[in-house]
Every structure is written in structure tokens, then in C-alpha cells.
């Protein structure tokens, strides 16, 4: 059987997806150098669950929490929250670039979960396509013996619990995607609500800051309803290549805002991410055509 087809919308739903988590995470790294990661986790969450109950309160009601897997959602929120808990701590060590490329063992943990537990099929096509965004991803990085610090052990534990969200959003993929994007945010606001009382809260915090955690928080919701709705379209182990886009954006965001000039190498590993992304696309479609 031939594989299906991934479609443009689906493509360009992910590639704004992921846009949305850079801007996320350049201005979550320059936050989090100010403040304790509780304290950005927990207002995150809180300026997301509000935003989500005045945008869909009124129209949706107690529809928003109903679905036929309420466990099942709850567990993919809890993992959400593991993971923005975990990369916010990598971003205080690491660079932006750096840190996004180590959560980006991401995508091949996907697809072998995909293979393993949704039956998908890996193809040539895309096996190349991952093993390009991995080199692309290395020639940027160029981690030594040293990457593996206390930095990188954050980054690879939100890897790791994000790369299991995926596999659950796309299990879940028949719930109303509203709902789906309100039980993370609804997890982690309650979650790290009940634990506020132990943070290390800030005595004095200027409305410029304020208002970079709550654009953060806004561009993490719509980027992560994006998400939901991208993998509406496609199978996982054909969308998770795409995601290698946001290891580009986090290092032209980190060049512009914090400084960091990408070298020779680090363009050609770009390039690779970009051409291999726009070959496996034309790739699919081609087949689809034919078939």
C-alpha cells in the first residue's frame, strides 16, 4: 500500500505551529534567566487557562472538559507540563539553538512510538528525511563530550515527555481539538497552582516582563492548537520531520536577539533542515499523484 499523502494544509499548520513555539522559547529563555522556572511555568499556564475560558467559555461551557477519554487527556497534559517544566530549566544553561537541538530527538523517538503503537508505516522517503534533519541538526550544534550536562538532561527529559504528547494527540486526534488544547492548559495551571505555595515568588517584576510571559503564554497556545490541528490532516511519522523547522527559527531568533552570528557550518545544516523538508513534500506528493 502506497503511503498517503501529506497535505499542504497539514504542512503549513505545523510550520506555523512550530514559528509560534520559537517566539515561545526566545522569549522564554531571556525570562528565565530573571526568574525562577516554577514562577514562568505556573504564568504560563494561568494566562492560558484564562485566555482559553473568555475565548471559549462563553460558547462551549462545560463542553470544553467533556470527552470520551478523560484520563487519557489528563496523562498527555501531565506530559506537556513535564516538558515546558523541563525545557524552561535547559534554557536557563544552555543557548537557544543548543537547547531546541537537543529536545529535537523528539522526532525520531516519534516515529519509532508511531511504528510501534499506531502502525505506521516508515518509508524510505521518510527514514531520509530524519536522518537528513538529524545530520543538519548536528552540523548546527556540533556537540562535543560536553553537551551532556546538567542542561542537556533537562532538554533530553522534555524531549522525551514531549515526544509521548505526540504520540496521544495523534491517539486522540478524533476529539475536538478545543478540548484537546484545554486539558494541558487546564493540568498545568491546576497542577502547578496547588504547588504555588512553595515557589520562590519575586518581590518586584516590571510590566515589560509581564507582558513578555503573557505573549509567551499566547503564542503557546495558538501554536500548540495549531499542532492539534495539523495532525487532524497526516500521520505523525510523516508531520515530525516538518517540526526540524523550529530548530532553524530558534537559531535565526538566537542570532538576532541574543547575539549568537550562526557560522558556516550552522548555514549548511539550515539548508540541509529546509531542502530536505521541502524534498519529502514534493516527494509525497508525487506519489499521491501517481497513485
Known sequence: M???HV??????????????FALLDTTTKYTARLYPVPVLVWSRYAVQLVAMLIWLGPSMGYGLVRTRRPR???????????????????????PLADATAVVFCTPVVVVLLAMLFLHERLTPARSAFVVAGITGMLLIVRPGLGVFHGGSLFALGSAASFAVYQI??????????RVMLFYPVMTGAVVMSLL??????PAHMPWQHVGLIVLGALLGTL?????ILAFRHAQASALTP??????????????VVYGHWPGALTWAGMAIIACSGLAIALHERRRAQIA
Open 223 to 227: 501554536g500548540h492548537f495549531l499542532f
Open 7 to 20: 497535505p499542504i494544509r497539514a504542512v503549513s499548520l505545523i510550520l506555523a505551529s512550530v514559528f509560534c
Open 72 to 94: 487519557m487527556q489528563l496523562m498527555r497534559g501531565g506530559l506537556l507540563l513535564l516538558s515546558s517544566i523541563f525545557f524552561t530549566s535547559a534554557l536557563r544553561f544552555l
Open 242 to 255: 516538518f517540526t526540524y523547522m523550529q530548530l532553524v527559527w530558534a537559531t535565526l531568533f538566537g542570532w
Open 196 to 201: 504555588s505555595p512553595t515557589f520562590d515568588w
Open 2 to 4: 502506497r503511503p498517503a
Open 168 to 177: 496521544l494527540t495523534r491517539v486522540l486526534a478524533g476529539e475536538n481539538p
